[in-house]
């Protein structure tokens, strides 16, 4: 398995190339973004694929390690998986330091301020854009995290999307989340579509928020495949549960 991996170093220059390399010749994934590999390529993965071949089985480990439980006769396409996520947390890792801010805004009341910071992380196999949400008291430069959005593509700065609602309230949303401060800003509670278990996952994201001093409000939720499509969701206490 370590000659493997030294193969691929051999055939692509960077560490992102040679993880899907990996993934894409020898599992059905064609990198950790889980989209899925040519079948016509990949080798000895599937049983319905042209190349199968029977499969690697356990072979290229020693005894030892080698693992016959049903379900797992193809080691080395369990292998290379495991062996990319671990290349992917370490790489993500690595890439997250430092990262230069590459926009930066801020509003702020009486009480507080809100800020938007965006930064590129170039996370392994491809690099995306956060944006963080952040608060602080008016004569402080103690800031805290709001909340963190992150989009595929370099989009400006939200700023119709941070709204305050009096002096110790205020709310955000971008894409999927939406997150609101009753103190000041000094704490934040964050409402994400797609959580586990919400029926609206990866299927809409949030057009419009619209919330008042007395905690009711709507959120208007729109396809992704048509933004005409709106589903409204209300909610009595400020956004912490939408119905």
């Not at 290229?60 to 495991?82: C, I, K, L, M, P």
Request: charged share 20%; net charge negative.
């Amino acid at each position: 398995m370590a000659l493997l991996a030294y193969k691929a170093g051999g055939v692509w220059s960077d560490a992102g190339s040679r993880i899907s390399g990996l993934l894409n010749g020898l599992t059905e994934l064609s990198g950790v973004t889980m989209g899925e590999s040519d079948p016509n390529y990949r080798v000895g993965v599937m049983r319905n694929d042209p190349y199968y071949g029977g499969g690697f089985n356990t072979r290229g480990f020693r005894s030892e390690y080698q693992d016959h439980t049903a379900g797992s006769e193809n080691q080395v396409r369990h292998f290379v998986g495991w062996f990319a996520a671990g290349a992917f947390a370490i790489l993500s890792a690595c890439h997250r330091q430092d990262q230069p801010d590459l926009q930066r805004w801020q509003t702020t009341n009486s009480v507080f301020n809100i800020r938007i910071v965006e930064r590129q992380e170039k996370r392994f196999p491809l690099s995306r854009f956060c944006y963080y949400f952040q608060s602080t008291a008016k004569d402080s430069d103690q800031w805290h995290e709001a909340m963190t959005e992150c989009t595929d593509d370099d989009i400006s700065i939200p700023h119709d999307q941070v709204r305050f609602i009096n002096g110790q309230m205020a709310y955000v949303f971008m894409v999927y989340k939406y997150a609101i401060t009753t103190d000041g800003g000094n704490s934040w509670t964050v409402w994400d579509v797609n959580d586990a278990g919400n029926k609206y996952s990866r299927q809409l994201f949030i057009k419009e928020a619209d919330v008042s001093v007395d905690g009711s409000g709507t959120l208007i939720l729109a396809s992704r495949s048509d933004v005409t499509q709106t589903t409204r969701l209300h909610t009595t206490d400020f956004g912490h549960s939408w119905k």
